[in-house]
């Protein structure tokens, strides 16, 4: 049994969404890149390699790991690249995206000979979540102004739209695209490639497959593109837990387990989004809220049902700690950092990597 606290990514599970991206690619042609910024443990790159196109980025770092350890066709954009990133980025990049037709016009003259890209902003989107709306009014993330995209085409090779956020809702998505086509479809005819970003829960139990991918080809043959997806969260989707174990029980006037790790700390977006998180199973007479050892009062991971009284020691599986979680973790509290291991296809658990008191002295100075 391997210590806790431990993000462990299952190869089989991660294997599941990338099967159902690869037939997506088959039956639309359109090319899946991996979002960094959700995911971007490159310990299982060498699995997701083999069902996926490449990376995509948000930054500097973001797009140099996604050249040295995934490989393939790696895709850079960034809100805004200072002028002393821009060459790395061009140096590491096969294609550079930029945010704002401020951006391409500062530096489509640095990125030697690179396609290009620009972002739209098509003013509707998915999300349930006002901090997580693109599309929100004021949005600094992409264009809306046709007549000032259209004089700055002949700089870019193709457009790139990201207006989903956990959408597992294929006629949303698909009345939305025909929402964007009518508005930019005379933009779409005039470039190479469009990507339509990432946020589809394609890989979601009973996804309509065969109608998104009709759907994806019938949009790249109308407009004579190429599309990309660009999926984070659906490419890995359910495919890690965060393992941890009870260190205190706590009865006032209800029962408390506090465990060996954090909201804060190692699944945050449950506090940015003000979610529960998820354990399965999830049933018995017995309910415990599940804390966390920060001193934070909300460092809550929910209240859950077991079939036995919990002891010190027991072990806590939460569920679905892949996407947004081990790329947003941090040192507060200073506490113990989860470590990160890998159940391989074969069901062998190995640690690729355990975290130190000089990690955590190394985070600062
Ligand atoms: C966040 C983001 C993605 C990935 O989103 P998911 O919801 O994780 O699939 C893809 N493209 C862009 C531009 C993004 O900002």
Redesign the pocket.
Known sequence: MFDTPCYLIDKSRLRRNLDTIATVREKSGVKALL?L??FATWSVFDLMRDYMDGT?S?SLNEVRLGRQRFGKETHA?SVAYADGEIDAVVAHADKVIFNSISQLERFSGRVLGLPCGL?LNPGISSSNFAIAD?AQPFSRLGEMDIEKIEVNLENVSGL?I?N???NADFDLFDRMLGVIESRFGPLFRRVDWVSL????HFTGDGYPIDAFSDRLKAFADVHGVQVYL??????VTQSATLETTVVDVVETDKKFAVIDASTEAHMLDLLIYRQHAEMAPDSGDHAYTVCGRSCLAGDVFGEFRFPQPLGIGDRISLRDAA??TMVKKNWFNGLTMPAIAIRELDGQVRTVRAFTYEDYETSLS
């Open positions: 979002a910024k959700c995509t948000s954009y972002r693109p790139m990201h989903n956020c956990d970003g990432g946020g589809i660009e999926p984070g969260e659906a490419a996407g947004y």
